[in-house]
């Protein structure tokens, strides 16, 4: 039997901070390693899957949704939120060309519209049973579509909201990551990440513990979703390191991290043990996975092939001389420091204890 899919999920309320295309960047380096992945777009933004089908409107997402029926989060997801006569089922997620072990299950442009009744169901489902089965289905959808893709790993690109459908979906995690900017926005939104992710466990283990919920068609499950760390993006290099204001921004930061943070997490069973983040040698503090500069050129050529900076072939990059020269060599740095990236996350999840 092949081991139970691990669930990832990419989440920061504030925006901005790269969580697509660090998920497509680290999924596609996952799977090139060997660890059959699939990605998940649970942003109604859908960005992830724009990036990935190569769309470039709207008119897109409408013909892909009716060329390919029940092939995206919302329509899979519709038999419970919609009452349905059928079951939740794994979806047969879509293959990123050109690897064999990398799949999107695409987002839906109308995801929010269940936002409401999500939150309705976790606030009363123990008390009117008709919402019972909401709570458990997005999980449930996770898991079988893990299961039935055969898949290691499962990324989730998540909205930056608090809503009721980013707490359901990060707890039923496995793991979880913290994409940041280094920047005065990002430091204020770690203080409230602090205050709300102890809250939406209480709330998980609370769920779990309902008969109500624990009986239903789609049960809630049972899980401590561990952080893994924060990633660090979108800051300017200068000399191969980041500019003294990033730098600082950084630092301030992992304070807040390993200060605040991860206090208020250790509470809810949702952090390794300190020895496991300190052995995998992650950046310049205990929490830092990776620091990931701006390299915009290369972003933006990518982005309009559907692949990653550190998948550019010179003849995608459109390029020669000294500046093709200079292109390689930050392909080159990228694709290390995704390396080193997907390392550790094989290290970190591979000693989960929970």
């Known amino acids: 039997m092949p081991k139970q899919t691990q669930i990832i999920s990419l989440f920061n309320h504030k925006g901005g901070v790269s969580k697509t295309t660090t998920t497509f960047n680290l999924g596609w380096m996952l799977a090139k390693m060997g660890k059959r992945t699939v990605i998940v777009d649970t942003d109604p933004q859908c960005n992830l899957t724009g990036v990935v089908l190569n769309f470039s409107g709207t008119t897109d997402f409408a013909d892909f949704y009716e060329q390919n029926p029940s092939k995206n989060i919302r329509d899979a997801l519709s038999p419970a939120f919609e009452s349905k006569p059928e079951r939740i089922e794994g979806v047969d997620c879509v293959r990123v060309k050109p690897l064999d072990d990398y799949f999107l299950l695409p987002g839906h442009l109308g995801l929010a519209e269940y936002e409401v009744t999500l939150g309705i169901a976790q606030e009363l489902s123990s008390s009117i049973q008709a919402l019972k089965n909401l709570p458990g289905a997005i999980s449930t959808l996770l898991r079988q579509t893990g299961a039935k893709m055969g898949a290691e790993y499962m990324l989730v690109d998540m909205s930056p909201s608090v809503g009721a459908l980013n707490q359901n979906i990060l707890m039923s995690s496995d793991f979880f990551i913290i994409p940041c900017s280094p920047d005065y926005f990002c430091s204020l939104a770690i203080d409230s990440l602090s205050t709300v992710l102890p809250r939406w466990k209480e709330w998980s283990d609370k769920s779990a513990s309902l008969p109500t919920l624990r009986q239903s068609t789609y049960p809630f499950p049972e899980i401590h979703p561990k952080f893994l760390g924060t990633i660090a993006q979108r800051y300017r290099p200068r000399g191969g390191q980041s500019a003294s204001g990033f730098q600082r921004w950084i630092e301030i930061i992992g304070q807040k991290v390993s200060n605040s943070l991860v206090p208020a997490l250790r509470d809810g069973r949702m952090v390794l043990a300190e020895e496991v ?78």
Request: without cysteine.
């Open 277 to 354: 983040y300190k052995s995998v040698g992650s950046g310049d503090g205990t929490y830092d996975l990776a620091q990931i500069s701006d390299f915009n050129t290369l972003i933006t050529i990518a982005q309009e092939h559907s692949v990653p900076p550190f998948a550019l072939t010179p003849k995608m990059m459109g390029r020669v001389g000294t500046v093709l020269d200079q292109m390689l060599n930050s392909r080159a740095r990228f694709e290390e420091t995704f390396q080193e990236l997907a390392k550790k996350i094989l290290a970190l999840t591979s000693e989960n204890d929970s």
